[in-house]
């Protein structure tokens, strides 16, 4: 009789116990087990099982382990239908900001880096469309303000060269093929985590220049897209333009190339309400 | 047929048993609690911790080390002088976030495409004349503001960098002149292995130095050499890109 009411106890207790591990957080905790067992696999392999329970639970991890080697490798999203139940336990890295079918308008001020003889400022104007996460095309179009660094009125003044005749940048539009293949995380001063992609991007344009004509123009930029949200983003771009001119002297061609560096903002549409 | 103590230790049991099944029924019954729509919370809110830390095993440390450098470095903006110049850094790590550091570099002392043009006959401009940099140092200050990491096609991932930069320094020109110059800039560093790392920097150098046009002085037959070459601040943007390495 006693023995029966012990059972009895037991059973009741044991249930209330289990009743408690419907919660969420458990759950969690029994895969971070399984996971730690699942790690721990080669140590029951190599140490000398003392007792029948130990042997039992090796036996155990190592039965699981076999299972999840003879699962199939995940390549592709169909093949998680075919993942067991808990025995295969499959991460999906999500980027923070998707942009697959997504369109992108990047507006920003701009800036030449390279221009020893004038000033130019401007705006930029974008945008994109990606049809796979790394892929995508975009459209730009700079719209640039010039004016005489003190170098080249120093020039004009002392030397009286004609300035007029150097080559200067008053707008350039391109269009380009977008490769994302890096993404990443950083921490703001070990206080902050932040989500950013960088891009490489090539293409095709043209640059109107100061005679008013537009020269073919070969465009290569790289930059970087920092997630604000999933629908706004900081971006900054460096774009390297390159394209033929008349020189200083007018009888001559020669190559020169734009140092763009741009920063602004980057807004996605439509939401991405899918992930 | 029972003893005593027997019926005491069954009264004792069936007790247990009953409030066993008590504790455990709310669970079973597991009833749908609807609460007032005012006490429901309206916000979300995180916890704040003492202690705030995002990383906690990087896998590059530079604490207490040394890293030294070579780069390449490009005058974006020099319009008369070559472009290029050699440097040699070495940097202490203060703490994960802050490093000090020496810049040395050789400036490449030839003339820029500009400059080669405008000596062509018709202008017939000849910029040797003027005094050209030869040597800079710079004592330089490190930021390390963000530490990530970032995936390459999820093939392989880099440790980086991206820090503030701040300079003093000092360069040397060939009319036996030092002049002053400061610098403020950002830079990454992209980390090959726990020790190697491309770097690479981008500067504005606000610095004194001797303009290189004076009427007369480019084109006269007779050298006036450089003391007609007046000075002023300059402003000229720098790009450089170079390995270090830490230890």
């Known amino acids: 009789m006693k023995k029966l009411f012990f059972t009895l106890f037991l059973i009741t207790a044991l249930t209330g116990e289990s009743a408690f591990a419907q919660d969420s957080d458990v759950e969690e905790l029994n895969l971070i087990e399984m996971e730690l067992d699942r790690k721990s696999k080669p ?76 000033n130019v400022y401007g705006g930029t104007l974008r945008a994109a469309y990606n049809f796979r996460e790394a892929w995508g095309i975009e459209v730009g179009y700079a719209f640039l303000s010039t004016s005489k660094s003190e170098a080249l009125r120093e020039l004009d003044k002392e030397n009286n060269t004609i300035g007029k005749n150097i080559v200067n940048t008053k707008s350039y539009y391109s269009v380009d093929v977008n490769w994302t293949p890096i993404y990443g995380k950083m921490t703001w001063l070990d206080q902050q985590i932040l989500y950013y992609d960088t891009y490489f991007s090539g293409g095709f344009g043209g640059t109107e220049i100061q005679d008013g004509s537009s020269q073919p123009t070969i465009h290569l930029g790289v930059g970087q897209i920092f997630s604000m949200s999933k629908k706004m983003a900081f971006r900054w771009d460096l774009s390297w333009n390159f394209f033929e001119a008349k020189q200083i002297d007018q009888t001559s061609n020669g190559s020169f190339n734009n140092v763009f560096l741009s920063a602004g903002f980057s807004f996605f549409f439509p939401e991405a309400t899918y992930r | 047929m029972y003893s005593q103590n027997e019926r005491m230790a069954n009264h004792y049991l069936s007790s247990f048993f009953i409030i066993s099944l008590l504790i455990s029924a ?13 006490e429901l919370a309206k916000e979300t809110v995180l916890p704040v911790f003492e202690k705030p830390g995002m990383v906690r095993m990087r896998n590059i440390v530079t604490r207490k080390k040394i890293e030294i450098g070579l780069h390449y470095g490009w005058l974006m903006t020099e319009p008369i002088f070559d472009t290029s110049r050699i440097g040699l850094t070495g940097y202490y790590h203060t703490n994960e976030d802050t490093a000090w550091g020496a810049l ?8 820029s495409t500009y400059a080669n043009q405008l000596g062509k006959p018709r202008f017939d401009l000849d910029f040797n004349r003027a005094p050209k940099p030869l040597y800079s140092v710079y004592l330089d200050y490190n930021k390390k503001l963000f530490y990530g990491k970032m995936s390459l096609s999820k093939i ?15 360069t040397q020109y060939e009319n036996n002149k030092t002049y002053p110059s400061l610098s403020a800039g950002a830079g990454y560093k992209f980390y090959l292995t726990k020790q190697l790392s491309l770097r690479t920097d981008l500067r504005l150098l606000i610095h004194q130095a001797p303009t290189p046009f004076k009427k007369g002085a480019l084109t006269s037959a007779t050298d006036p050499g450089y003391g007609v070459f007046k000075d002023r601040l300059h402003f000229t943007n720098t790009l450089d890109i170079g390995f270090n390495y830490l230890f």
Do not use: C
């Open chain 2, 156 to 170: 392989t991932s880099v440790n980086m960098h991206l820090q503030g930069l701040l300079g003093f320094g000092l």
């Open chain 2, 104 to 111: 040395f570099y050789a400036h490449s002392t030839g003339l």
């Open chain 1, 43 to 118: 140590v029951a392999e190599n140490s000398e099982v003392e007792d029948s329970s130990q042997a039992e639970t090796a036996k155990s991890v190592q039965t699981q382990s076999q299972s999840q080697k003879n699962l199939p490798e995940v390549k592709s999203l169909e093949d998680l239908n075919r993942l067991a139940d808990f025995k295969q336990v499959s991460v999906i890295q999500r980027r923070f900001l998707p942009r697959t079918e997504r369109l992108q308008l990047f507006v920003s001020p701009t800036l030449t880096l390279n221009d020893p003889w004038f």
């Open chain 2, 26 to 38: 709310p669970i079973f019954a597991a009833p749908s609690i609807e609460l007032p729509e005012d």
